[in-house]
């Protein structure tokens, strides 16, 4: 697979909450990052851990593609993340939990991935995770 293909058909099986299928596609040392954040981890296995407990606070989270290119061994794509807030978000700044809202969520995003013999092998995600916590309504109420 080329590098667009590794990284859509990771996004896919995320979506579809395959996480055998999508750990398949990771290198075993797989570095993920997401400064938004401040989220750095190594290993397959602890990068499942950390983008599936998002599957917690939205069950349904799931990308909508835009555009994307390659260079060489890279792939980078624009998503959107959509989903119902339907579990605890945590933990926020403050080190507290936002309650389940109710609401969707809208956030644009985009990823670089880095791609060898057919598996991931790098990750920086990029996220509107501010507009993500004003959608859901965790600074209703805070002082200005």
Known sequence: ???????????????ADDREGFRALLDDAVVYR????????YGADRMCEVVFARKVPFPDLA???GRAFTA?????QELVWDGHHEGPLGPLPDGGTLPPSGRTTHSPACM???VRDGRLTGLDHYWD??????RLGAFEGAPA
């Open 1 to 15: 697979m080329t590098p667009m293909e590794v990284l859509a058909e990771v996004l896919r099986r995320y979506s």
């Open 34 to 41: 997401e400064p938004a954040m401040g989220i750095e981890t």
């Open 63 to 65: 990308a909508t593609l």
């Open 72 to 76: 060489g061994d890279l792939a980078c």
């Open 112 to 114: 670089v991935a880095s």
């Open 129 to 134: 995770a501010l507009g993500m916590l004003v």
